[in-house]
């Protein structure tokens, strides 16, 4: 019975180590598509400077994406000099973070095409208002100024082709799987995993050192993989040379992420660890004394 327990304990450990694994793969993929690392990813991949086709996976060669920005802009009234400015500003990082995280989710969710969010409207707003003020020499009123910069805002969306084009050989259901994915049912299973743990080894502390040991091993991973920046970015580029400058940011943000889950995760293993270590002397201890 002391062998079938321990094989139990052990089996139950192996699936520990899986879910907190899959528990992170899960976090850092949520982690990197909200609007915040969009527009970070923005920023350091510079899209505005490639090609539109490329960005939306389309053969013929066209226009880059700001050339494209910018020329929406113009078919919407708005003066070049607050064009220039818009696309000059750190909000502009912030605003395509949005405009992608809807269309990510347009393409995975099966949504209607994707609209700007209240606060990328506001920004935009905010952005072309301040611009009239600073160049006096423009003579426009700060509302018709508004009504073509939500013109522009609606032509900015439909600049999205339809799902299929996009998505070519993605595995979207794969995708949207993960992220739609309720983390609250690994939490658990974690959970359900120590209870059983307790169990088949007959201690409430015992277990602390499987669920230790799984963290750290973890994070050691994870901290491992997150240092392979250069390994990954050859690996992957190496099958989509055309997609280069916009897959390897991604690359980048999401290795950045396992790289601090990582050293969270280790951290937290050693110190569970590390207590575990000193409640199993104080037990020890105690029954020596009995």
């Given amino acids: 019975m002391k062998f079938i327990s321990k094989m139990l304990a052990y089996i139950c450990g192996i699936l520990l180590f899986f879910a907190i694994s899959f528990l992170i793969l899960i976090y850092s993929g949520k982690s990197m598509l909200n609007k915040e690392n969009l527009s970070n990813y ?12 490329v960005i939306f996976n389309l053969e013929e060669s066209g226009m880059t994406l700001k050339e494209k920005i910018y020329n929406l802009g113009i078919e919407s009234n708005i003066p070049e000099k607050i064009m220039e400015d818009i696309l000059k500003s750190e909000e502009i990082n912030i605003i395509l973070g949005d405009f992608f995280n809807e269309t990510i989710y347009y393409l995975i969710d099966e949504r209607e095409k994707p609209q700007l969010s209240n606060d990328a409207v506001t920004k935009m707003l905010d952005l072309a208002c301040a611009s009239l003020e600073d160049h006096i020499n423009i003579m426009m009123s700060e509302d018709d100024l508004k009504s073509y910069v939500l013109d522009f805002e609606e032509k900015l969306m439909d ?15 794969i995708i949207k799987s993960l992220l739609n994915f309720n983390t609250i049912y690994l939490v658990a299973l974690i959970f359900v995993i120590l209870i059983l743990l307790v169990i088949f080894l007959w201690s ?17 991973i994870f901290v491992i993989l997150g240092s392979l920046n250069n390994f990954f970015s050859q690996l992957v580029l190496s099958q989509v040379e055309r997609l280069k400058f916009v897959i390897s940011p991604f690359i980048t943000i999401i290795l950045t992420i396992w790289f601090k889950c990582g050293v969270l995760i280790s951290f937290t293993g050693v110190f569970i660890i590390i207590f575990y270590i000193v409640i199993n002397r104080i037990v020890i201890n105690n029954n020596k004394t009995r």
């Fill in 204 to 220: 409430f502390y015992k277990p602390i050192k499987y669920f230790g040991t799984c963290l750290l091993i973890n994070g050691i």
């Fill in 159 to 173: 600049i999205v082709p339809e799902r299929q084009v996009m998505i070519g050989v993605l595995p979207v259901s």
């Fill in 42 to 53: 923005i920023k350091s991949s510079n899209i505005l400077n490639i090609d539109i086709n």
